[in-house]
């Protein structure tokens, strides 16, 4: 409507000037009008909403979320300067979940570089005569979380399996009586992290971070249902098949939705689940992916099929005790290499990888402490925090991944780890590693409503009742605060008013877009 009114007033401000030209009354008249016009143009200014700025955007989620009874912690920093833009609750420490693999990941590209590659050895004890190796394959674990992973089709279990079987063949060897092991001198433990919760133990996502790792120590189980009645006991295989795990399964017909939810029973390889089958759907199959305590067993059954492609016959015991009796005679096979650090280090925060990041911190443990250990893992981690200006109090770690609830970290410290590790010598490699809103990693799904889309790098993390986001935002349309650096922690969220996803997305837009008064 208002600009109707200017039209309307300016055509006849035209009109009216046009009788008047030679008036000297008119042309005082016209300069009158001219003055109301441009009044009325500079009210119609003024009269459009205000844009609510970022900090009452923040303001309103922060509010919401305490109303509902939630801690939360909020620190929002220009990116250059480090000038505060947003503030609530930064220097109070809170469950940080999976945005702690920010300081486990700078830690160790700032020790390795992003070039670094581990490196597994496997070598043979015992003798090779006409054809046949009597005797052990010896592997020298280096920690690789990516030995034998699907993510690299270089490291896939097949193609790993396959390069060890031809590196035996091409020795002559045409069967072998042996066994795999370890060359450690005492047993690499399947141990969890401390203040893990015990019941996720059969989850992918806590699989032990043993130092080798093969196939990231999953293994599949799959459910399947040959008869025609959803009340049928299911047949269960596991890929690859591994004799030492069994797999207790109750079919539950009164769910409304299908799922597989598995458990560890306490003290052995059992593991008990849960097929809900409703039966207006009957699902027909489902698998699970489910923690090994053992990846020799995994790595030997992928070997053992890579043996029959490379036309090598072995006699079992495949998988022997864990430790070599000696390694005096020890000859080279083969020595597999890990995709650059780089890429595990973006694999892991892309995909909130829990045991790449345990492996990293267990890792760096080692260089420090001379022990890969949890117990150490936590003064190792301190002395990363303090290199990247990270004040004792403001950090509290004791695994590498944040799967923890000991684990406890301010907003202003994870601000802190990424302005300096963005300013480091591995920053392009660090920033890569983050998802990004709407485009890929733990942030695929998100879809922040207009600019916000693509323009948000940031760390996720999740348990139950704890969210936490950390990362970059780009500001397309402010020249004086191009990128901001952030993070936001909430504790004890549950039924909230604004949920998770939500708040991150209204967030976000606000990062991006609100003005900054």
Not at 34 to 61: H, Q
Not at 354 to 368: G, I, K, P, S, V
């Amino acid at each position: 409507m208002q600009a109707e009114v200017f039209g309307s007033l300016l055509a006849c401000d035209l009109r009216w000037a046009a009788g008047m030209r030679d008036n000297r009354v008119g042309h005082r008249m016209r300069r009158l009008l001219v003055v109301a016009i441009a009044l009325l143009a500079a009210g119609c200014v003024f009269l459009r909403p205000r844009r609510a700025t970022l900090d009452e955007r923040l303001d309103r989620l922060v509010g919401a979320t305490e109303h509902d009874g939630s801690a939360i912690g909020v620190l929002v920093v220009d990116a250059a300067t480090g000038r505060v833009v947003y503030a609530h609750r930064a220097h109070e420490r809170l469950i940080p979940a999976s945005t702690l693999k920010l300081l486990t990941t700078s830690a160790i590209l700032a020790a390795l570089g992003p070039d670094y590659r581990f490196r597994t050895a496997f070598s043979l004890t015992g003798p090779v005569s006409g054809g046949v190796f009597d005797g052990d394959l010896v592997i020298a674990a280096s920690g690789d979380p990516s030995f034998g992973s699907w993510r690299w089709p270089e490291t896939a279990p097949e193609a790993t399996c396959d390069r060890v079987a031809q590196a035996l063949a091409a020795r002559g060897i045409r069967t072998w009586a042996g066994a795999v092991r370890l060359a450690i001198s005492a047993d690499d433990r399947a141990e969890l992290g401390p203040g893990w919760a015990w019941d996720d133990a059969a989850e992918d996502f806590s699989a032990p971070p043993t130092r080798f790792v093969f196939r990231e120590n999953v293994v599949d189980l799959r459910l399947s249902r040959p008869g025609h009645g959803c009340d049928a006991p299911p047949t269960v295989a596991w890929d690859p098949p591994i004799a030492a795990m069994v797999a207790d399964v109750v079919l539950d017909p009164s769910a409304t939705k299908s799922s597989l939810d598995c458990l560890r029973v306490l003290g052995g390889e059992r593991i008990a689940c849960t097929w809900r089958t409703p039966a207006r759907g009957c699902p027909r199959e489902t698998e699970v992916p489910v923690a090994v305590d053992d990846p020799r067993a995994l790595f030997a059954a992928y070997l053992d099929r890579a043996l029959t492609r490379a036309h090598v016959v072995h006699r079992p015991p495949i998988v022997g005790p864990q430790a070599p009796s000696s390694l005096a005679v020890a000859q080279p096979l083969i020595t597999l290499e890990s995709p650059p650090l780089s890429e595990l280090v973006k694999a892991t925060n892309k995909e909130s990888l829990n045991l790449y990041a345990e492996r990293f911190a267990l890792f760096l443990t080692q260089m420090r402490a001379g022990t890969e250990s949890y117990a150490a893992l936590g003064e190792t981690m301190h002395g990363a925090a303090q290199k990247l200006g990270v004040s004792g109090r403001e950090v509290v770690q004791v695994d590498g991944s944040g799967l923890s609830r000991y684990d406890l970290a301010t907003p202003a410290a994870l601000v802190q780890v990424l302005r300096a590790s963005l300013a480091s010598s591995y920053g392009a490699a660090y920033l890569a590693s983050l998802p990004i809103s709407g485009v890929d990693g733990t942030l695929a799904h998100r879809t922040p409503k207009g600019e916000a889309r693509g323009r948000v790098h940031a760390k996720t993390g999740s348990m139950t009742g704890v969210h936490a986001w950390a990362g970059v935002t780009v500001r397309p349309n402010d020249h004086r605060h191009p990128r901001l650096v952030f993070a936001i922690q909430i504790d004890g969220l549950d039924h909230p008013t604004v949920p998770a996803d939500a708040f991150f997305d209204r967030a976000a837009d606000a990062l991006v877009t609100a003005p900054i008064r």
